[in-house]
Nanobody
Framework: VELVESGGDSVQPGGSLRLSCAVTGSISRYKFMGWYRQAPGKQRELVASISGDTTDKTEYSDSVTGRFTISRDNAKKILYLQMNSLKPEDTAVYSC??????????????WGRGTQVTVSS
């Protein structure tokens, strides 16, 4: 099982980006999926999460509420993070995380390697 992020880029303040996190492997169900970010010299922060049950309940950190949207395409096995109205303080390495169960019944807590988002004029 592997997670591979993409979509990071350099944008101007006020711009938008959509990050993707592709999941490889035969997945039975997700227990949790989330996007984290870590800026230089700062602790890693959970910015958005989506539940693994059918409710797809989402939660956001205060710093991104109203600007970021997390979603999941179960058929494509991709987790997304739509980021709008980007600010310089959003600059960080963004990583996805999944707590999942494979078709073989194995449970994994998996991290991607991250993708760089830079917001600067």
């Amino acid at each position: 099982v592997e997670l591979v992020e993409s979509g990071g880029d350099s944008v101007q303040p006020g711009g938008s980006l959509r990050l993707s996190c592709a999941v490889t492997g035969s997945i039975s169900r997700y227990k949790f999926m989330g996007w984290y970010r870590q800026a230089p010299g700062k602790q890693r922060e959970l910015v958005a999460s989506i539940s693994g049950d059918t409710t797809d309940k989402t939660e956001y950190s205060d710093s991104v509420t109203g600007r970021f949207t997390i979603s999941r395409d179960n058929a494509k096995k991709i987790l997304y993070l739509q980021m709008n109205s980007l600010k310089p303080e959003d600059t960080a390495v963004y990583s996805c995380n999944a707590d999942l169960v494979t078709n073989g019944g194995e449970r994994y807590d998996v991290w991607g390697r991250g993708t760089q988002v830079t917001v600067s004029s």
